[in-house]
């Protein structure tokens, strides 16, 4: 049975929840701009936190002032009028401001309507960089400053004279624009934002009151900490940071309650046919695999579904942990599935699969959008089908399983929560096993996958030699391909890799098709070279990877399609051209294909000068490390936990404040409460917890339910 949160009578943030365009000043025409700054109401526009601030608090005197520094003054003007440049007919309006001590000249380019802003005898503070008048060769001026006119019954400044908030902007509306609307937002919606989390939360982790902190998170005042401020790391940030970590894991512990209470008869387990395909293996289980397998046994034979997330690194074997869980379902006379990303993925899990089991007599079918046989369809239907291999093919309504057991999906981080829950629909409460190429860094794996269970293979098989990864340039191609043919000649084989399969006008890449002629043709006419991309028909990708397997092909020309599921212990060396284009997790996948034997291994990345700073980082650590967890942990700080794992994460409500990576400490905090909260009150039916539920609703509601999948 699903946990139920039903919608509270009376929402406590109505107007919160209001239009932007009905805050003075915004409109319709301005509300259209604001959208793009993903801000559509009241709150929208509260959690749209200044990316930096400004102190502009220290106030000098004119005397005081320094040319080249920013600086703060306040005075009077003293004078007010529009210039015009002769040579480029340029309008400047100048302000003259006098503090007693001096004057200063304020000057804005082409904004004429500046005229109408000042009155002479006004008091004003001034923002911006000191330099010398360029007219007179005397005299201070800035240039465009952020200006502040001070009325006598005006005691609050916005722009000037105190820690300033910088927004992220768009076209058409500036940060001066945004900090007008954000103070009368303050100012007519301040006392409608309750705090929702409870009491003894709050007072266990020492966290500022929900209003207070977007008070001071807008408007800071005068005593705090810039830095603090800059970092992300005020106790303001750490409040919105909490609460955001906090509904986040309480939406994950309530799917993990959810998937507990699901129900399904248990297997029993003789494990017949995994010995069979264990007893065929050229190699010996690692002890690693042999305790996920265990794990995996210990959930299938227990009355509630499966929901486990295996992780390793490249090369730990991940695909047989799997295969031996399908193989325990189909003793059970189920049926079994492997949904991937990608056809190319589909296709290398099929090719490998059929080769491990082909002595069990059993039938590996391959459904993709390109290859959606009939025969192959009613097998499925019909339950001939046991092991069922594709893409979202799998999910469509014409795809229909006898007895769908168990679910396997590769590459979580490219499904969205959808596509989980509609794999699971397939069967009667099927298990789930989760797999990824990609290592997950702890927190990441925390956040997002916090309502599985999870397992490490941490271990790689015996006798796997470092692979050496070196950089090179174009124009150090001839010492690369030396180490190829010195490998060649030593019996070793070698891939060589390029991002496309044919010439785009876009990109000025090398096309794998031209550049295998020209190896074939001009570096290494004496070898056999075979060429592997994304648009050769199944059957002759079956038949390339045999000959190279068997080592009837010296050289394997290929796009990315040889990313996973090649085992040639035989390849020693992978060349891979304009390295700089791939991202970190595909080099990494990339290089796994060697140092599967007991020779030594090299991975050789060939990067166009010159480098982006990112590209140059990429590339670094990859000659630096071969572990997969730090690989995982760079390429996260780089790119972010957004596009770590790519806009098709849907299912999990956007962070737009909270920093996985800055804030661990507080993510894991959060965690535990919402875990223990879940436990005490797992229908959020006590009364004070109502306004929890409303906001609980508002961030999760639509995600809770694709997200149950029971």
């Known amino acids: 049975m699903k946990t139920t949160l039903e919608t509270p009578k009376k929402n406590l943030t109505p107007q919160l929840m209001d239009s932007i365009q009905y805050i003075k000043g915004v409109g319709p025409r301005r509300a259209e701009l604001f959208k793009r700054l993903g801000i559509n109401t009241v709150e929208d526009a509260l959690t749209h936190l200044p990316r930096r601030y400004e102190d502009r608090g220290n106030l000098k005197k004119i005397s005081q002032i320094k040319y080249g520094e920013i600086e703060t003054i306040s005075g009077i003007v003293k004078a007010a009028g529009i210039n015009v440049t002769t040579r480029k007919r340029m309008k400047i309006f100048e302000l003259v401001v006098g503090d007693g001590t001096g004057i200063i000249t304020a000057k804005w380019f082409n904004q004429p309507y500046m005229k109408n802003v000042f009155k002479i005898g006004q ?155 264990i007893d065929s293996l050229p190699f010996k289980l690692t002890s690693a695999q042999v305790r996920v397998i265990d794990e995996i046994k210990g959930d299938l034979t227990s009355p509630h579904p499966m929901n486990r ?92 399983f006898k007895k769908l057991s168990l679910a396997v999906i590769d590459e979580q981080h490219k499904f969205g929560v959808m596509q989980r829950g509609a794999i699971k629909k397939k069967g009667y409460n099927p298990d789930i096993l989760i797999m990824t190429a990609t290592p997950i860094p702890r927190t990441l794996a925390m956040s997002v996958y916090g309502d599985l269970d999870i397992s490490v293979i941490d271990e790689l098989p015996p006798g796997r030699t470092p692979i050496k990864t070196m950089k090179f340039y174009k124009s150090h191609r001839p010492e690369a391909f030396k180490l190829v043919k010195k490998e060649i000649l030593q019996g070793r084989q070698c891939y060589v890799i390029y991002p496309l399969i044919e010439e785009s006008e876009k990109v000025d890449l090398k096309a794998a098709t031209e550049m295998a002629e020209h190896i074939k043709k001009d570096i290494f006419p004496e070898y056999n070279l075979g060429l592997l991309h994304g648009r050769i028909k199944t059957e002759e990708k079956e038949k390339i990877m045999k000959d190279f397997k068997e080592g009837r092909i010296n050289i394997l020309v290929s796009t990315t ?150």
Request: proline share 3%.
């Open 123 to 277: 008091k004003v503070i001034l923002n911006g960089k000191v330099k010398m008048n360029n007219y007179y060769g005397y005299g201070a001026e800035i240039d465009n400053p952020e200006y502040e006119i001070i009325d006598d019954d005006s005691d609050v400044l916005l722009h000037t004279g105190r820690i300033v908030p910088i927004y992220p902007e768009t076209s058409g509306i500036t940060s001066r624009q945004i900090r007008v609307i954000m103070k009368t937002i303050l100012d007519t919606h301040q006392s409608q934002i309750n705090d929702y989390l409870p009491s003894n939360i709050l007072e266990q982790n020492k966290l500022m009151p929900l209003s207070a902190a977007f008070s001071e998170i807008h408007f800071p005042s005068a005593e705090k900490d810039i830095g603090l401020l800059n970092s992300g790391r005020s106790e303001m940030h750490r409040r919105l940071a909490f609460d955001e970590f906090f509904f986040l894991e309480l939406g994950l512990a309530l799917r993990k309650k959810d998937m507990e209470k699901e129900k399904r008869d248990a297997l029993k387990i003789n494990g017949e046919l995994t010995k069979q395909l």
């Open 309 to 400: 997330l295996i992780q390793g690194d490249v090369g730990c074997g991940k695909t047989v942990v799997a295969l031996s869980a399908m193989l325990m379902a189909i003793e059970n006379s189920f049926q079994t599935a492997i949904m991937a990303p990608t056809e190319i993925l589909a296709e290398q899990h099929y090719l490998n699969i059929k080769s491990l089991i082909n002595k069990l007599s059993l039938k590996v079918i391959l459904l993709t959008s390109s290859r959606k046989d009939k025969e192959d369809i009613k097998a499925v239907e019909n339950g001939e089908a046991n092991i069922v291999i594709g893409t979202h093919a799998l999910i469509q309504d014409d795809i229909r």
């Open 561 to 710: 399609v040889i990313e996973v599921g090649i085992d040639v212990p035989n390849a020693s060396v992978m060349l891979i051209e304009h390295a700089e284009r791939f991202g970190l997790a595909q080099l990494h996948q990339l290089r796994g294909r060697v140092g599967r034997g007991q020779y030594q291994s090299y991975c050789l990345l060939m990067a166009e000068y010159p480098l982006s700073d990112d590209a140059k980082r990429r590339l670094d650590i990859m000659v630096k490390t071969n572990n997969g967890f730090d690989i995982a942990e760079e390429d996260l700080n780089i790119r972010g936990p957004g596009e770590f794992f790519g806009t098709r994460q849907s299912g999990l409500p956007e962070l737009k404040n909270a920093n996985i990576l800055r804030d661990v400490k507080i993510l894991e905090a959060a965690r535990k409460e919402a875990f223990e909260f879940i436990k005490k009150d797992p229908l959020l039916s006590m009364p004070e917890h109502i306004s929890l539920k409303t906001v609980l609703k508002q961030k999760w509601l639509e995600k809770l339910e694709m997200g149950a999948i029971s």
